[in-house]
């Protein structure tokens, strides 16, 4: 069975970074396509990146371009999200997510989920 744990969320002002970061445990880490989501209270959960086993290929979508950025580390098991030039309303739970196929943004692909870690960004 596979694991997904996030960390690092927690309060920021506006302007400010913060680096999430997210494991996976059960398969071999470098077998498997990742991606970042979130979900703000009220709202559907959206795609935040994507990024696939090798880390050749990474997917934004257009709210976070140049802002944030996604990599991983396959000899520490570990998946990041670099957040920078946070804004209020990037405010949301983040979530990870796994799969062993590369799906890119889509959701619905992923079949392994974290708990989620809360980011708040305050103006």
């Known amino acids: 069975q596979v694991q997904v744990v996030e960390s690092g969320g927690g309060l920021v002002q506006a302007g400010g970074s913060l680096r999430l970061s997210c494991t996976a445990s059960?398969?071999?880490?470098?077998?498997?396509?990742m991606a970042w989501f979130r979900q703000a209270p009220g709202k559907e959960r959206e795609a935040v990146s994507s990024i696939n086993w090798s880390g050749r290929n990474t997917d934004y979508v257009d709210s976070v371009k140049g802002r944030f950025t996604i990599s991983r580390d396959n000899a520490k098991n570990t998946l990041y999200l670099q957040m920078d030039s946070l804004k209020p309303e990037d405010t949301a739970m983040y979530y990870c997510a796994a799969d062993l196929l590369y799906s890119g943004l889509r959701s619905e692909m992923y079949n392994y989920w974290g708990q989620g870690t809360q980011v708040t960004v305050s103006s």
């Open positions: 059960g398969l071999h880490f470098d077998d498997l396509n």
